[in-house]
């Protein structure tokens, strides 16, 4: 059996570039059981050993202030890895060596790769690795994790540690006298009741009640209340001597000892400092151009419209391919299969339904290619970095940023994850109203009916009709969280305190993994939840149809009009030969049964079953220009934000004269005399503001601890969007702004 080899590391340490390095294209993406975050795995061969690679969660700390930490260690507790390769940064030791202590104090087989050696020697720091592994106890392999320098040497260094299968004795830092006395009373109490010991060191268990982890005293408040409350009581005594007497608590004495065993390592002759004062290419030096208070946000903003270029100028010929297959598709299946519902349901609903949202995966790709360049270089971090005065003024936490960029701030995200980001956040109403405002975001859902939109109505200016709608999506993020933080969930803001990865050049091979994951995510989200909730609004749409006296009245209308004209003519447009030209009676016979037709195909889709329902909200959204066709297809997007192309995809084609006619969504929306620029940019602004999907809103939910704040989110939202619609439907209109 192939030995478990997990890869740890501090966030921006390069920890998911070595994973990529490792396993290639053998890996696979999931969610670790119970929880959303996000599970790497992979297999690494090299003459003829195999292992297996498991990415855990970037983390700074094993104690449990965020979900990410609670699960990596859980899995470093359960699953036992043979050995954990801790990914740390040559330029940022000190910092990144914080997590290693922690593995060596749980007694947990390590070894260090230090990463990005180069970065470091241009800083002008030298390492001497040997004697740092001699000092740590433990194999130090230096590494570049972008151009797989030493990773041969690292994976043969962590397969020695496996085959040896030795245990490592924990290591034991002193604390000062008053931590270090209740920590030997604790560790005795607790090995004397068998205290969680099966799964935990005694010592590790007394250091994380000093530490007050939540986790752990929850899951010994259950086992052995008794115990417990002693235990807490202890730590609680401690912290009050400590704070009259050093004016500090256990957890930050603890820190502060960890540190300071850190600093006498270094100081043996570890690190020596060459300073270059010409470091032409330092993140220091390029920091104070990107980062500056003026010219930063500029550059920022001019980075996001140029994503946006390369966007939409690069995938247009690609999205125009995909258009031509799936419009030659339809006309292969219209002239293949027989008249019925099977038909119908592969054109209208499959190939026009999901056939509109696959359009666009060369769309989808070249922005997660774009995202995924920002994000490796190291310069998405200095974009949250520059929004942290901005959201401080709307009373979010810095840290709301990324939450806000992994759900689409600049685009292709998704909202599900952005709100799990929060549980970073320390503060709750900080974290609450980060968590009802993430949805605003530009989310990957949303990208398809920005994209069809601006291409149709505003094709001259689609990057720029993007980079507003971004802006739009940000601005009304911030006020409606300035609105949330000044009523109903009022409170202070706290500080925030972030580190700057370094710049680097990112890898070919890291973009084109990160590029596909992100777009086969989107393409399987396409064959599956989209094709099934397209199936069923199908059905809605096609469902009850129309009663008999209603079909008999059409067929004898169209009866009545084939008996008005010459038998000549009835017979030339029967056969149907395209290659002849129809005549002057035959033409007027086809465009008379083509109005019938027409009439028909609509009559049956406003007495369908979602016809119905979006008549019935007619009254209501005509104050925003919507009909019932487009309430159709935003009743779908409750369920997932892609569907409201694929539902006017599958509504126009059922109501079309011709539903088997390859006619793109497009050119049927330009052809329409009630769809209008200004229509769509009320659309934009609609879908851009109403209910999360679904799936956010039970994410909402759990996050927050209440439904009551899900069904807020799905209320609050949906009436800003439809009030702000209304308001640029009503005066576009009165102003006669954006007309066909």
């Not at 690795?129 to 030493?150: C, D, F, W, Y």
């Not at 901005?390 to 840290?399: A, P």
């Not at 030209?581 to 369908?608: C, G, M, P, T, W």
Request: proline share 4%; charged share 15%.
């Amino acid at each position: 059996m192939e030995p478990t080899i997990a890869l740890a590391g501090n966030p921006n340490s390069g920890k998911t570039t070595l994973f990529n390095a490792l396993t290639g294209a053998r890996q696979h993406v999931g969610n670790y059981p119970g929880v959303t975050v996000e599970k790497k795995e992979g297999t690494y061969i090299s003459n003829g050993c195999k292992m297996h690679i498991v990415d855990l969660p970037g983390t700074y700390s094993l104690t449990a202030y965020s979900l990410e930490e609670v699960v990596a260690r859980d899995f470093l507790v359960n699953s036992k890895p043979r050995v954990v390769i801790d990914i740390v940064d040559a330029s940022n030791l000190e910092r990144n060596l914080y997590l290693a202590i922690q593995f060596l104090e749980m007694g947990i087989p390590v070894c260090i790769a230090l990463n990005m050696i180069d970065v470091a020697q241009r800083r002008g720091i030298e390492i001497n690795t040997q004697k740092l592994a001699t000092l740590l106890g433990v194999p130090v392999v230096p590494t570049i994790a972008r151009n797989g320098q030493g990773k041969r040497e690292l994976m043969e260094t962590a397969a020695q540690i496996a085959q040896q299968g030795k245990e490592l004795r924990p290591l034991k830092i002193s604390y000062g006298d008053d931590v270090d006395q209740a920590l030997v009373e604790m560790e005795a109490a607790i090995t004397a009741a068998d205290f969680l010991t099966d799964t935990y060191r005694a010592r590790w268990i007394a250091l994380k009640y000093m530490e007050n982890d939540e986790q752990i005293m929850a899951i010994g408040a259950r086992v052995n209340p008794a115990l417990a409350a002693t235990l807490t009581a202890r730590v609680r005594k401690v912290s009050l001597h400590l704070q009259e007497t050093l004016d500090t608590y256990p957890e930050a004495m603890i820190a502060d000892q960890r540190y300071g065993y850190i600093k006498s390592i270094l100081k043996q002759g570890v690190i020596q400092r060459h300073y270059d004062q010409n470091r032409l290419y330092s993140s220091d030096r390029i920091d104070r151009v990107l980062t500056n208070r003026f010219i930063g946000p500029l550059i920022m903003l001019a980075v996001i419209a140029g994503l946006y270029h390369f966007t939409f100028t690069y995938s247009k010929t690609p999205v125009g391919w995909l258009e031509s297959f799936f419009g030659w598709l339809g006309d292969f299946m219209s002239a293949h299969l027989p008249d019925g519902l099977l038909k119908s349901l592969l054109i209208s609903g499959v190939i026009d339904g999901v056939g509109g949202v696959i359009g666009f995966v060369p769309l989808i790709m070249y922005m997660f290619f774009g995202i995924s360049i920002l994000e490796d270089s190291g310069y998405l971090a200095r974009v949250a970095f520059m929004l942290d005065r901005v959201f401080r003024t709307f009373g979010l936490h810095g840290s709301s940023v990324m939450a806000f960029i992994v759900s689409g701030g600049i685009a292709g995200g998704c909202a599900v994850p952005g709100v799990m980001a929060t549980r970073t956040l320390k503060s709750p109403r900080e974290r609450l109203a980060t968590l009802l405002t993430v949805p605003f975001m530009n989310c990957g859902a949303k990208l398809p009916l920005f994209a069809l939109l601006t291409a149709t109505f505003f094709a001259k200016h689609e990057a720029a009709i993007m980079f507003a709608i971004t802006v739009g999506a940000w601005g009304g993020a911030l006020l409606v969280a300035k609105f949330l933080r000044v009523t109903v969930i009022k409170g202070a803001s706290t500080p925030f305190v972030m580190e700057l990865p370094p710049y680097r050049w990112p890898t070919f091979k890291g973009l084109a993994i990160h590029t596909w994951e992100r777009t086969w995510q989107y393409i399987k989200k396409a064959g599956t939840v989209i094709l099934g909730i397209s199936i069923l609004l199908w059905a809605m749409m096609t469902y009850p149809g129309l009663p008999a006296s209603k079909l008999q009245a059409y067929a004898q209308r169209r009866a009545a009009e084939i008996s008005a004209f010459p038998s000549a003519a009835v017979l030339e447009l029967e056969a149907g030969a395209k290659s002849v030209r129809l005549s002057a009676a035959a033409q007027q016979l086809k465009q008379r049964l083509a109005a019938i037709d027409a009439h028909q195909a609509e009559a049956r889709l406003r007495n369908s079953l979602a016809g119905r329902i979006g008549i019935a909200l007619e009254s209501v959204s005509r104050w925003a220009g919507f009909d019932w066709r487009t309430n159709i297809a935003l009743i779908g997007g409750f369920a997932a934000k892609e569907v409201v192309v694929s539902t006017l995809g599958t509504a126009y084609s059922l109501g079309a004269v011709d539903p088997e006619a390859s006619v793109s969504l497009s050119q049927t929306l330009a052809q329409d005399p009630f769809w209008t620029p200004l229509l769509a940019v009320g659309l934009i602004v609609f879908t851009m503001f109403y209910s999360p999907c679904f799936v956010s809103v039970v994410c909402i939910s759990r996050e927050s601890g209440s439904w009551k704040w899900g069904a807020f989110s799905v209320a609050f939202n949906t009436l800003l969007a439809f009030s702000l619609a209304t308001l640029i439907f009503q005066v576009g209109s009165a102003m006669g702004f954006l007309a066909k």
